[in-house]
């Protein structure tokens, strides 16, 4: 494997990178400090690399694996060396909603390097360290897998089907739930339909775009996850440029409450990114007085309904908390 030649990013795929601090500053600069203040999840313990390497192994790599294939959050540190034998410390970290974040610290690099960076990313074509991460081949229990032929993604298919009813929306979800979107001002934008290999940006198109949106379960009518817990949104489009018109698609907005009937999303079938689409682009409502409204108007779904009415349209087995 190459030796690794660049400091930061160059081996992780170059995006979405926050670089602040130089050797001039006075204190620690504000990427360290965020570090700092981090909420420590479950250690997955480190690694330190010879001069040439890049790459987790043996048990930090099968840990931070475990954690994320269980939703559950872990750390990890990974000490790298530089062609001049510094080293630069990646503390990885595998988030609950299946996002991971990496705080990398350049400060051994003589004269203090670029200092410190930090970026946050879904399971998308973003660097070997991520990738190693959310490969399903090596999982414990699930043995090797042969990597699965790309096919249509979930929101086409999904998009092209008719509803009439909250049976048929339930019949497509494995999660209905109310949430809460977080309030994001830089939301990640992604694409829409394949991982790409350059990042997506909040400009062209918006078919050809989507936005990640995280949002905070506040209960849950059928499905796993629990109040508390958060989830990624792939919504199609972007707030430059949306998808469709809020008549045809469902628009969720940061910062609002709904009920929503949620399923996977991928880019390729079996391959699990740990994000989720309103079923059939229509599956959404948001509160009106003690109902919930339809935020769309395509299809026959009902317009108004009840939380008792959600509840009803899942299946005693399947149902999530209690009222």
Known sequence: MGRRTQVGWGALGVFAVLLTGCSQHVGKDAVAQQFDRRSRLASCGSVSLPIGTYALSGQPLRCLRTAHAASRGAEATMTSLTDEAEPVRDHIRVLADGRIEIFTDNTSISGGGPGWARRVTGCVNDGQIVQQICSPDAI???????????????????????????????????????????????????????PGTEPAADSGAGADKATLLRATVVRSWAGTKKSGQQLTIHQMGTPASPFATTAEAAHLVPGRRYAVY??????????????????????????????????????????????????????????????
């Open 262 to 323: 949620l399923a996977p999303f991928w880019y390729e079938r079996g391959h699990d990114i740990r994000r989720y689409i309103v079923v059939g682009s229509l599956g959404a409502f948001a509160p009106s007085g003690s109902t919930w409204a339809r935020i769309t108007s395509r299809d026959a779904v009902p317009q108004r309904v009840t939380s008792d009415q959600i509840r009803a349209s899942v299946p005693a087995m399947d149902r999530g908390e209690p009222e």
């Open 140 to 194: 414990p229990g699930r043995g090797t897998q042969p990597s699965p032929s790309p096919s249509t993604n979930h929101v086409e298919v999904d998009w092209t089907r008719s509803y009439s009813s909250l049976d048929q929306l339930a019949e497509k979800s494995t999660e209905i739930v109310e949430i809460e979107v977080v309030a994001d001002p830089s939301p990640e934008i992604v694409w829409a339909a394949s």
